[in-house]
């Protein structure tokens, strides 16, 4: 993956920074985020596929309605490269059009599944006013079950204020993420930081990639 031209850092000397959970929501594994964000009041971005949600919606509106932010992630999780025009845009908008009827507001950020984007998928998003989402902690390789310790250490060694991080809710045993971002969380803000929204993240001063 190359998180080419995406978003994953915004220039910023305060100490803000915006973790991201994508695949849900997940029945098992995304309550159990929420709960973390809840116990310190802190706030999350989750891009969610649209499959998910239409088995998921009451969940999907639970997120939203504890304040954090709903992206767009595609409604079925494909290679967006490999699919023409309009095939394109209709992954995009279902999502987008499923998302806006539940929460009665349009998302603002997308990610691409597999970080796969082009000019054209690029074009698309722009047309349809979103702002593509990277991550700056892409070795810690949370979908692949690494290890705890791993997830936790590679993703300290790579944020820095202004920072986007990956992590994923959905899609099989996602019991190693829970626990890594509950360190994550906990030791983030005992060092200062404050989490919260990839579009607050994004009012913090111009954004580089
Ligand atoms: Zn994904």
Redesign the pocket.
Known sequence: MSNAGLIAQVSTKQKVIAFTF??GPNAAYTPQILDIFQQIGAKATF?T?GEQIEQHPDLLQEMFRQGHEIGN?TYT?PHLTELDEVDCRNEILRADKLITTILGLKPQVF?P??FDINQEVYRLLSTEHYSAIGAVNTDSLD?EQPGVQHIVDTTKAAAQPGSILLF?D??GDRSQTVEAVRQLVSDFTADGYKLVTVSKLLQHTSHYK
Do not use: S
Request: overall charge negative; proline content about 8%; aromatic content about 30%.
């Open positions: 994508d695949d891009f596929i992630h999780h990610r599944p597999y979908w994923h959905g899609y």
